[in-house]
């Protein structure tokens, strides 16, 4: 059976996607558990998404660089 196989940026975006979900339910999850706190939680938790985005586009933008010198 063959593999799928995607291009270098498709990967770097998925990663990046899924970076950006897991970072989400991370704190979703933490401002359920504690209501009293959320809505530091969820200012913590929207400076780490902008952080987590900054660093898959560099990525993405660092796999599109090196594909234009290949």
Same mark, same amino acid.
Request: glycine share 12%.
């Given at each position: 059976?063959?593999?799928?196989?995607?291009?270098? #940026?498709?990967?770097?975006? =998925?990663?990046?996607?899924? =970076? !950006?979900?897991?970072?989400? !339910? *991370?704190?979703?999850?933490?401002?359920?558990?504690?209501?009293?706190?959320? +809505?530091?939680?969820? !200012? *913590?938790?929207?400076?780490?998404?902008?952080?987590?985005? *900054?660093?898959?586009?560099? +990525?993405?933008?660092?796999? /599109? /660089? #090196? =594909? +234009?010198?290949?």
């Amino acid at each position: 059976m063959a593999q799928m196989q995607l291009p270098a #940026e498709q990967r770097e975006i =998925g990663w990046s996607a899924l =970076g !950006l979900g897991v970072t989400t !339910l *991370v704190f979703k999850g933490a401002a359920w558990s504690y209501p009293q706190g959320a +809505d530091t939680i969820w !200012l *913590v938790g929207a400076a780490t998404l902008v952080v987590v985005g *900054v660093l898959g586009a560099r +990525d993405v933008w660092r796999v /599109r /660089r #090196e =594909g +234009d010198k290949a």
